[in-house]
């Protein structure tokens, strides 16, 4: 499983995030939400390791983040593709990088994800949407036991929206600890086993706990929870 061990982090020596602390379990999807600035994707960072956290540590199946970081995948909010490559040079690259990757499972979802057309192409000639789907796809190559998503419904649309959702579901069956961050708490509240609140860069506690169990929520939907939480009507 993630675990966040109390980590505090931001920048320039400024905290921005203090005292997160939760976990993800294999087979889990877990929320972030929160109000924007309210320091999700510091706390992705954090966990990435794009950022180091000031105080506290993350632990990977109870080891040191450092030795387990392999198993862990990213698809960050605005996907970080090299612009000197062709869509195919990179899938070639991480099929080289991760062996294990299965060349049907890749044909399968190229097919899918309507990617055929778009192998020779670099990034810049993509849409905001097709180049997040590559970035879905590089992730999911990599058959990871972590996978760390920063807003990821955001440029997709329907039908891409709708694919990843499965997949989303797919790695969770397959035992995957799945973190992502979200503004759609609909969204979140089909698809996540718990939700954590982020406000102004502190982790809040519902009925004192670190997590909202969605199914164990009692009064209203993920949305009235959430505004009464962080005191908004
Ligand atoms: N690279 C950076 N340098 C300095 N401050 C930053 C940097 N990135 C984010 N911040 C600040 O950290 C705070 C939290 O930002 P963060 O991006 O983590 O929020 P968020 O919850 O992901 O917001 P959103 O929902 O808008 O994406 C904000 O005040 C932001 O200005």
Known sequence: MLTLNHISGGYLRKPIVEDIHFQVDYGEIVALV????AGKST??????GTLRPMSGDITLNGHEWLKERGSMAHIPDTPQLYPNLTIKEHLDFIMRLYPNSSVDYLNKQLERYSLLPHLEKYPY???????????????LL???HYLIVDEPFMGLDPIGLSLFLEDLHQLKEKGTAILLSTHLLAIAEDLCDRVVIINKGKQLKYNGNPSIHLKEMKAGSLQSVFFSMIGEK
Do not use: D, E, H, Y
């Not at 706390?43 to 990435?48: E, K, S, W």
């Not at 000639?125 to 992730?139: F, N, R």
């Open 34 to 37: 929160g109000l924007n600035g």
């Open 43 to 48: 706390t992705l960072r954090l966990i990435t």
């Open 125 to 139: 000639a993509l849409s905001k949407g097709t180049q997040q789907k590559v970035s879905i796809l590089l992730a």
């Open 142 to 144: 990599t058959n990871p």
